[in-house]
């Protein structure tokens, strides 16, 4: 879309939840794609899910969820805050998600979900999951098997929510940590074998005589220097690709705690 001076533009994009979780207000600390993409995966979530989310925050991982879940789905999302509860329903009608996620206003790990025999995944983004666990087993459906993730920052909190799930009979208790690492291409020049003799050939000699060594290094391409295509570098005999990871990377977020419901037919 141009400018009506035609002197600059702008690009439209597709509202998605990715571009959501970068510009939505901050109520409270969210979710971001690592640790969403990651949870989603061992949720086993797909069109159709109903599962449980708590708490409803910003409302970062709920908008993914109900995207994965559409159109069928049901999202079952608990906010102790009461503000945050009605501005995150706002948000989610607004955005074309209000049938598919029914926001409540409670503390449930006071007063529990309420909810039986109803859903397939539950998540836990809360200060205390461990007070949460034996309201979130009712709420499983009973006849089949389902899946439990508590995020957690602190290992202390693991510890106890570990605990609990083990007492509420969950099995195939797991924690994990995500964690990216950036990984940026860089072609540099080969050393050739006979680069690899007259190296070895100047250290024996160092040895006898003391004279330094000259090394040949991989040289990586200068500034002016076109960066080839990965075709070119395939097809080249003097380059090859190599990974070199920026000096500071995303540190830690949480903990991420999964375990599994059996059904009662199980036992």
């Given at each position: 879309m141009v400018s009506s001076n035609y002197k600059g533009f702008v690009y439209l994009l597709h509202p998605t939840p990715e571009l959501w979780t970068l510009v939505l207000p901050h109520r409270t600390q969210i979710l971001y794609l690592a640790d969403i993409s990651f949870i989603s995966t061992l949720l086993e979530l797909k069109p159709g899910v109903s599962m449980i989310e708590s708490g409803t925050g910003s409302g970062s991982f709920s908008h993914?969820?109900?995207?994965?879940?559409?159109?069928?789905?049901?999202?079952?999302?608990?906010?102790?805050?009461e503000e945050r509860a009605k501005l995150a329903e706002v948000e989610f009608k607004a955005h074309g998600y209000g049938d598919i996620i029914k926001v409540h206003h409670r503390d449930v790990c006071k007063d529990g979900f309420q909810?039986?025999?109803?859903?397939?995944?539950?998540?836990?983004?809360?200060?205390a999951p461990w007070d949460a666990v034996a309201s979130a087993k009712k709420a499983?459906?009973?006849?089949?098997?389902?899946?439990?993730?508590?995020?957690?920052?602190c290992i202390e909190q693991v510890s106890k929510t570990v605990t609990a799930l083990e007492q509420n009979e969950f099995i195939e208790i797991t924690m994990y940590e995500c964690l990216m690492k950036e990984h940026m291409?860089?072609?540099?020049?080969?050393?050739?074998?006979?680069?690899?003799?007259?190296?070895?050939?100047?250290?024996?000699?160092?040895?006898?005589?003391?004279?330094?060594?000259?090394v040949p290094v991989k040289r990586r391409l200068g500034k002016d220097e076109p960066i080839p295509t990965a075709e070119e570098v395939e097809e080249s005999s003097q380059l090859m690709l190599t990974s070199r990871t920026p000096g500071e990377t995303r540190g830690h977020t949480s903990y991420l705690t999964f375990a599994t419901f059996l059904p009662s037919t199980a036992f």
């Open positions: 993914s969820i109900a995207r994965t879940i559409a159109p069928h789905g049901k999202l079952y999302t608990f906010e102790y805050h909810l039986e025999n109803l859903v397939d995944a539950v998540f836990l983004d809360l200060p499983f459906k009973q006849d089949r098997t389902g899946k439990i993730c508590c995020f957690s920052p291409v860089v072609p540099v020049q080969k050393l050739s074998f006979q680069d690899l003799i007259q190296e070895a050939k100047q250290k024996k000699l160092n040895g006898k005589d003391g004279s330094p060594v000259t």
